[in-house]
């Protein structure tokens, strides 16, 4: 070791912000009628508008967490006019948050930790009951943590439930707010090598068999969805399950489908669902064609390419979200009619998962940047960070003509330039003032 560095200290600093989104979800956090966006990356939770006006994101704030997020939902008790944010870490630790919109600052409602031990691959399955009356976690093989909330949105005394099945791979809550609280799992026999779905009643605290038992599904079955219009969905990875008050119909798909992150269109009063594809990259929209009954047929097509998703966000206007941890994010709209379209409308650096980096004087003016091999597959690329003074525009007017401009000091010497004399090629010249307030006026 260098004794000048065995001497000295270090000073270590975040040169750059997390970029990859693992979470993405849409509601009302900020305020009632606010139609809000909320990203999870790693650590470090965004929050933005959508402005309804434009196809356009706004940030409205962001803050870190003290942990590795592995899930994020939100929930509205029957008390409450706006959604609150539920925030579970690796290491088990959770908090529920809200945001104040008179004070503008956020409101830490109830937090905690579990202190079982967990494995790793079981603890990011977070549910949340239809009626809100319960938060269901599965923190370690074969036990279910369910937290009692109250209708002012209070959490509870949590308690455990317990099943044989240990090798998990989904569980969500299946039922309606009308219901009594039920919920439904799939889980691999590893001795046989199959998957299969089963359903349980939760009943003062303990837990009954439900509707469904001991179904066999396809081998690469991995996501319960829940239909907006009633029932659920089991994505499989050459089959689709659409399962309604103990009814199941099943519809092939024509290719293979590694689904890795769903949302569902809802215009009017059809629904249409929407499904990533983590390996290639590729959008799917399911299409549910009703009759006279309660299941539907299931029609499957394949939209075009879009960023590995981890995530998938429908806002206003046809548009919507794609976060991904493997490259870009992307802001799209989807097309509507005959012929499914995409339209990618922003995209959001991503500088992971960097592979590989060098540092290197590109310009050799001794500021050192950083290139880096970023992304994967069809996504990956070259970047180039470096440091630098950000310049951002606070104001923006169109003066055709311009030709020069200079400042004048106020007579009361602040230190602070306040005029700003502006000349053009065939008019006089105008004063800009700038007031306290950020207003602008031209005299």
Partial sequence: VDSRMSRGMNYMV??????????????????????????????????????????????????????????????????????????????????????????????????????????????????????????????????????????????????????????LVDIQFLNTPEEDPYFGIIYENVFEGKRYFKSYYIINEELEDGPIQEHEVDPGTSKIIIHPQGGFILIGGKSFEFIYEGIIKSNDIPSEIYASAFEFLEIGDSCSLLIGDIIQGELYHIIFAYSDENIPEIAVSEMGQISYPSSLTSLKNDLVFVGSMYSDSQLIRIGRGKENTIEIVQNYTNLGPISDFCVV???????????????????????????????????????????????????????????????????????????????????
């Avoid at 933005?48 to 994101?57: C, G, P, R």
């Avoid at 003509?401 to 200079?406: A, E, L, S």
């Fill in 361 to 443: 004087d590109l310009d050799m003016y001794g500021q050192v940047q950083v290139v880096t091999c970023s992304g994967v597959k069809k996504d990956g690329s070259l970047r180039v960070v470096r440091n630098c003074i950000e310049i951002s525009a606070h104001a923006e007017i169109e003066l055709p003509g311009i030709k020069g401009t200079w400042y004048l000091d106020p007579p009361s010497k602040s230190g602070y330039e306040k005029y700003l004399i502006i000349s053009f090629l065939m008019d006089v010249s105008n004063c800009f003032n700038y007031p306290n307030n950020g207003d602008y006026y031209i005299s």
């Fill in 14 to 167: 975040t040169a750059h912000k997390a970029t990859a989104v693992t979470h993405s979800l849409t509601g009302n956090f900020t305020g009632a009628e606010d139609t809000n966006l909320i990203l999870g990356k790693c650590s470090h939770i965004e929050v933005y508008s959508v402005v309804e006006e434009s196809d356009q994101i706004v940030a409205v704030l962001d803050f870190d967490i003290y942990g590795t997020i592995v899930a994020i939902d939100l929930f509205r008790s029957p008390l409450d006019n706006q959604d609150n944010l539920f925030i579970l870490t690796e290491k088990m630790q959770f908090c529920v948050l809200s945001y104040d919109s008179q004070t503008g600052k956020m409101v830490t409602r109830a937090n905690g930790q579990f202190l079982e031990k967990t494995s790793p691959s079981n603890i990011n399955l977070l549910s949340i009951e239809a009626g809100t009356r319960m938060i269901g976690i599965h923190i370690s093989m074969g036990k279910f943590k369910i937290i009692p909330v109250s209708p002012d949105g209070h959490l509870h005394e949590a308690y455990d439930l317990t099943f044989n099945e240990v090798a």
